[in-house]
């Protein structure tokens, strides 16, 4: 199968195959052609260039991206989008002047997800949850992350991985699967944070990994939910179960967590809005990536990560939707490539680093996916006309997904 893209307008995230993620000014170097053609054979990039050294190229699919923007579609590294019905009622509360904390701390939030969820049949989960990932698909999104989270049982939480991977079977894009046990207490364990940490670690990670339907673990490492230390007890075990650290840090406190996913190899270290400098020192000091979630800025109205300053200290940041129903009920990476430029002041070209091959790297994905190179997957958008690429974040809200070609299949 055969795929040629000819006439685009602009080509943009072009990287040599072996580079696998982009730190500080590195975000902004990804190359760029104007007027050039792509082919991919089965679903592999097999050649790039200028229009002008085009020959004759027979194809099974022939696109025409004249005036349009080809780049690499984008590498959601952090959703919670299995979940059941929907909190906009704390939304009306927040509205009136409650904090995310505080809606916490009724026993909302999570909590209230939770409730729901135990509810919902597996059925129904995967049914709402197939919906929205085909529309962060339609919206230009071919790799997921989703995590569990808000069964905070044990069997609401392989309910939660079996319809991740019910996803992984049935849509065109890849799926990875994140065990969150640790997201809040659970309601059985009331007043006992002990007990529901040793029962995420002692029942919950074996039979996770017994099942083979989690690739990382994560823990809500914050004020107000899991400490540091019960942090690391997570993180130890899960990874005694080769389960890989990928956690929320600092989205409500400098709390530590930075210090504790880094201790632990945590592939990233999610949200960071409280981060600090000394937060990024150590980050400039490890493999950890730095992934910020503006959308949930956006919505919850926190501070926005200091993402700028991260690439000013030369970090790899990555930027994904954290989509869940409580801070950030969108999972639209177009609308979040808007946010980094004008809430995080990053360039049009650093912003989709950000979202595409930093953020295959914070899935540990991004040898074969997230750039234009030979020989990765033919992972791509295809806009629909616009002037120039910063034209893309700038009209934010526009629809301007004019195509998402997963394995070089147009969706
Ligand atoms: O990443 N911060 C923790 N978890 C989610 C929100 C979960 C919820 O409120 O349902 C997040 O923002
Ligand atoms: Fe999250």
Same mark, same amino acid.
């Given at each position: 199968m055969r795929l040629l893209i000819k006439n685009i307008g602009t080509l943009a995230g072009?990287? %040599?195959?072996?580079?696998?993620c982009l730190r500080g000014s590195e975000m902004n170097s990804a190359e760029q052609l104007h007027n050039a053609y792509l082919v991919a054979e089965d679903g592999i990039i097999a050649r790039y260039g200028s229009m002008e050294e085009l020959g004759e190229e027979e194809a099974d699919e022939v696109v025409d991206a004249e005036g349009r923007v080809v780049f690499p579609a984008f590498c959601d590294s952090h959703s919670h989008i299995v979940y059941a019905g929907s909190r906009e009622g704390e939304f009306r509360d927040k509205i009136a002047g409650m904090t995310y904390e505080e809606v916490a701390a009724r026993g909302g939030g999570i909590l209230n997800s939770a409730d729901r969820l135990a509810e919902a049949s597996e059925e129904e989960l995967y049914e709402a949850a197939a919906k929205r990932a085909w529309r962060m698909i339609r919206s230009g999104a071919a790799t997921l992350e989703i995590k569990s989270g808000y069964g905070l049982t044990l069997e609401s939480e392989l309910k939660m991985l079996r319809v991740a991977r019910r996803l992984q079977q049935t849509l065109p894009a890849t799926i990875k699967a994140t065990f969150l046990g640790a997201h809040a207490v659970g309601r059985a364990f009331k007043g006992r944070q002990s007990d529901y940490v040793r029962h995420v670690c002692e029942d919950m990670i074996p039979a996770v990994a017994e099942q083979g339907i989690a690739e990382f673990v994560d823990v809500f490492c914050d004020r107000g939910f899991f400490t540091p230390e019960e942090t690391a007890e997570i993180l130890e075990r899960g990874k005694r179960y080769g389960l890989r650290p990928k956690i929320h840090a600092n989205e409500l406190a400098s709390s530590g967590g930075v210090q504790v996913g880094i201790r632990y190899g945590a592939l990233s270290v999610d949200h960071l809005e409280e981060a600090n400098e000394q937060d990024v020192k150590d980050l400039a000091a490890s493999d950890t990536i730095p992934t910020v979630l503006p959308g949930a800025s956006f919505f919850s109205n926190l501070p926005f990560a200091p993402a700028r300053a991260m690439i000013e200290a030369g970090l790899p940041v990555a930027i994904a939707s954290?989509?869940? %129903?409580?801070?950030? %009920?969108?999972?639209n990476m177009m609308f979040l490539w808007s946010l980094g430029c004008i809430k995080m002041r990053l360039t049009p070209e650093e912003a989709l680093s950000a979202l595409t091959i930093n953020g295959a790297a914070a899935l540990g994905l991004s040898a074969d996916r997230g750039a234009i190179s030979v020989g990765r997957r033919a992972d791509l958008v295809v806009s629909k006309p616009v002037p120039s690429l910063a034209y893309l974040p700038y009209s934010f809200g526009e629809e301007l997904v004019e195509h998402t070609i997963i394995g070089g299949k147009i969706i």
């Open positions: 072009i990287l %040599p195959a072996d580079v696998l954290d989509c869940n %129903p409580g801070s950030s %009920p969108s999972g």
